[in-house]
């Protein structure tokens, strides 16, 4: 078995070289142990984290907040 390629984050392209890989983080997953995410060195420094989490966790407190208590 051979291991796949690292896919760089931002440019969506394979990385072949093992030292040109920076790990950024590690993306935790409902169905399963979650997945690394890599860049190319040169590109670290320009990926952005996913901020869908974030937006939905700030709907789900905007919505509690605004609840009215019977």
């Given amino acids: ?3 796949r390629p690292h896919i760089c984050r931002y440019c969506d ?3 072949p070289d093992p030292d040109d890989a920076v790990h950024l983080w590690h993306e935790e ?3 399963g142990p979650g997945r690394d995410v890599w ?3 040169e590109h670290a ?3 952005e984290p996913d901020t ?3 937006r939905i966790l700030a709907r789900v407190l905007i ?3 605004t609840r009215q208590k019977d």
């Fill in 1 to 3: 078995m051979t291991a």
């Fill in 13 to 15: 392209e394979p990385i």
């Fill in 29 to 31: 997953s409902m169905s």
């Fill in 39 to 41: 860049a190319h060195r």
């Fill in 45 to 47: 420094d320009l990926v």
């Fill in 52 to 54: 869908t989490v974030t």
């Fill in 63 to 65: 919505a509690k907040a």
